[in-house]
């Protein structure tokens, strides 16, 4: 394994992370705690992973009391990453499959949710304190920010930033976290078939100067850069993906194809994808999805195996310019709106 340190911090995290939430949430496969907390342990013991991403809402509580458990024996030598915002303290109940629930971003609010969070991690600190899926809103909140630097002050929390989503837009909200707030830490989707808005967040931090480090989800674009799908590949209904059209497997079937010159006989293409994201200064961990002990040791290993050359950088950017050759795709994401539209419509969201 290989670490990065987070600007003006001295916080350093594992290049491959571990998201818990393929093992609290049951969207990914049905974990025990036992289980869950054998493959978080060894994570650090044979592959030296250190950064573990959490949230509150995960399992109601279950990701972090988990990663709690893992390592209460040596919290000093693990980063821990979680989230806030979700308030599943009173709306547990209406939750369904992934969508949201309410949030609640009031002072009196998170810090409660702190004080849970600490005590289901069993610490007295989080390293990487993030807003869940942070809207404009939460944003330019100068009462949320001015909070958190209490927290920092507190010593509750060591920097915090926002992870983006759960749509892969939301571009606005990363320029703005990074442009404005300077944040330590954004969280977000970005991957080789995925590059936007990625990229567009990427330029707006390199442009102002700021001091921020990126988490990186859905590395795989849902699995699709592992490159194991085929046309007759099915999901479990309880799968995300089962709900996805048919032509996002077609597309992306064809898609991987023109990237299998990635693939060497020491290199997947798994790994080659997170190989990808790691040419990136500003990219401090990667979180692939991570449900079994081949999975972990395949991604796990990524870091050591051979980082993708000049030309194999330059063909990849060449086909992301034509979409792999496959045309006619609608992106109806968020960040496709003009800046004006965008901060309108999220007004209008906010103020309802």
């Given at each position: 394994m290989k670490y990065r340190t987070y600007p003006k911090t001295d916080i350093s995290v594992s290049e491959v992370g571990f998201g818990l939430w393929t093992t609290s949430t049951g969207w990914w496969g049905e974990f025990t705690d036992d289980s869950a907390i054998a493959l978080y342990r060894d994570a650090y013991d044979r592959y030296g992973i250190t950064l573990f991403d959490a949230a509150d809402t995960y399992g109601n509580g279950r990701s972090e009391e988990q990663l709690g458990r893992a390592f209460a024996d040596r919290r000093d030598k693990v980063v821990y990453s979680t989230k806030f915002g979700y308030d599943f303290y009173n709306f547990a109940g209406e939750r369904r499959g992934q969508q949201e629930i309410p949030a609640d971003f009031s002072p009196a609010f998170v810090r409660y949710a702190l004080e849970q969070s600490l005590r289901r991690l069993q610490t007295d600190y989080i390293d990487i304190y993030s807003i869940h899926n942070a809207h404009l809103e939460q944003v330019h909140s100068d009462e949320l920010f001015g909070l958190l630097e209490e927290f920092k002050a507190e010593g509750k929390?060591?920097?915090?930033?926002?992870?983006?989503?759960?749509?892969?837009?939301?571009?606005?909200?990363?320029?703005?976290?990074?442009?404005?707030?300077?944040?330590?830490?954004?969280?977000m989707i970005w991957n080789m078939l995925e590059q936007f808005p990625g990229n567009d967040m990427l330029r707006a931090a390199d442009e102002a100067g700021a001091d921020t480090g990126y988490q990186i989800r859905v590395p795989h674009s849902s699995g699709m850069l592992e490159g194991r799908y085929t046309l007759d590949t099915t999901f479990a209904p309880t799968d995300h993906r089962s709900h996805r059209p048919r032509q996002w497997l077609i597309n992306g079937v064809k898609k991987i194809e023109t990237l299998r010159f990635l693939e060497t006989p020491t290199r997947t293409l798994g790994q080659a994808a997170i190989q990808w994201l790691l040419?990136?200064?500003?990219?401090?961990?990667?979180?692939?999805?991570?449900?079994?002990?081949?999975?972990?040791?395949?991604?796990?290993?990524?870091?050591?195996?051979?980082?993708?050359?000049?030309?194999?950088?330059?063909?990849?950017a060449e086909l992301a310019s034509t979409n792999f050759g496959v045309p006619d795709e609608v992106n109806k994401y968020k960040g496709t709106m003009t800046a004006d539209a965008y901060r309108e419509a999220a007004a209008g969201l906010a103020a309802v």
């Open positions: 929390i060591r920097c915090y930033g926002v992870a983006l989503g759960p749509a892969i837009g939301w571009l606005y909200e990363g320029i703005d976290a990074a442009r404005k707030r300077n944040v330590t830490n954004i969280q040419a990136e200064p500003r990219a401090m961990t990667i979180l692939p999805n991570i449900y079994d002990a081949a999975m972990l040791a395949e991604f796990g290993g990524a870091p050591e195996t051979d980082p993708l050359t000049p030309d194999e950088l330059a063909r990849i």
